[in-house]
């Protein structure tokens, strides 16, 4: 691996995946065991179990999760959004936005290296296709270098077919959190020429993902990943991440019986941590935007130091203060802003999620006309435009009553039946009490009910005599 035998400074115009000519320098990450491999690999498969049956899963028959942007409904644990409440789900987002920014300044790229899908996909699934197909690391790179024989061949042809297919399998499960996996067996049921643009979608994005699993792999995360570019301004000393305690580790080297003079730190520099090392960077060279914070190179050091009788550790979970006083981890200033902002975001979004109604209705009084005395001369009317539309998951039987007032409400143009999802338009005729029209522009309450049940209030003004 070119990285090993970068010494010095050499490793900070270099990229461990790339060759001195500019060729790719492919990556054979040697199979690691320990702790943390045991927790990220049953984390991980905890992860993509939810990844792969959250879209068969349906509450009230609506899915979990749901991303449909071209019709604008989201779904969020069963939650609708319609364009109506974009204003919340934007709200959601840039609380998540906060909290990410806020958990890498503390945590760095934890995230990538337990929770990222291409980690956890390239990991848990592609890698472990590769390994069963061609053999470990070590006959990985040999069957690389030699020559095409049959068994070559054919091993290439199935393995890349198994990456082709599973690709294509987790693009469909990922258009199901766009369009439903109703959509998407509709789609997959019908003929291909009825939906031969979903189709060529589908075969691309597939294609997409297999150059990405089959060939660029572990560049996505040091090259392409926006998140990955961002450590450099969202992390500093006090942020946690796999680091190597040179304290404790330089001089490397292992003592010689024949020059006893010469003293190490308690690193041996066997390099087990960049042979582990999935983006294949020399964690020992200090904080890298490369490292994704798998924990590879520390389930490694871990078991050499056990191998050598020194405590474990070296390779650990780390700030850059903690390794120089020993101290695990600091609460700083900026940490506190970022938990106070949040805080109050999460608050806000609490409060406005409590208070969601089942329906959006607008009462607007009709333009351009003024108020109706009625024939017996005892009532009033104003005209308005009314529509209402149902957020719920159920259909609903809507009414509209005066809650303020005593007097009465006539529905035109719409029956009050709404469907999940739907919206209606209509005019409503609103009568009161002449003596009860007391200025010119008197508050009025109504309520919006689903059979008896008030779900909903909305106040305007009714416009009488002066
Ligand atoms: S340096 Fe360690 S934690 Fe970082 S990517 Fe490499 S093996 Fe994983
Ligand atoms: S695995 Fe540990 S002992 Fe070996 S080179 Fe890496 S840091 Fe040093």
Known sequence: MESEKLHGEEYRDSLATITKDGKRAWIFAKK???????????????????????????IEGEPLLLFNLPERKFILF?????????????????????????????FGR????????????????????EWLIDGNPTEQKKLKQQGWTFLKLFKRTLKHSIFWAVSFLIVNVLLSYIIGMDKLFQIASEPIAAHRGSFIGIVIFSSAFYFIYAWFREQVCTIMCPYGRLQGV?????????????????????????????KFGDCVDCKECIRVCPTGIDIRNGSQLECINCTACIDACNSVMTKVKKPTGLIRYSSENGLKTGKSFKFTTRNIAYTTVLTGILVFLTTLLLTRTETETTILRARGLTYQTQPDDNQISNLYNLTIVNKSHRTINASVRILSHKGNVQIHGTDLSLETGKSIEGTMIVFLEKADVKSERTKIEFGIYDGDVLIEKRTTDFIGPN
Do not use: H
């Open 32 to 58: 690691v065991r320990g702790k943390f491999y045991n927790f990220r690999q049953l984390f991980g498969y905890f992860v993509l179990t939810f990844l792969f049956t959250a879209p068969f899963i349906k």
């Open 234 to 262: 969202l992390t500093d000393n006090n942020t946690i991440t796999v680091s190597y305690d040179y304290f404790r580790g330089e001089p490397r080297g292992m003592e010689k019986k024949d020059k006893p003079e010469q």
């Open 78 to 106: 069963s939650v609708i959004f319609w364009p109506q409440d974009s204003f919340l789900f934007y709200l959601m987002m840039v609380s998540s936005i906060i909290f990410v920014v806020l958990f890498t300044v503390m």
């Open 110 to 129: 934890l995230f990538c290296g337990w929770a990222c899908p291409q980690t956890l996909f390239l990991e848990l699934i592609f890698r472990r296709i």
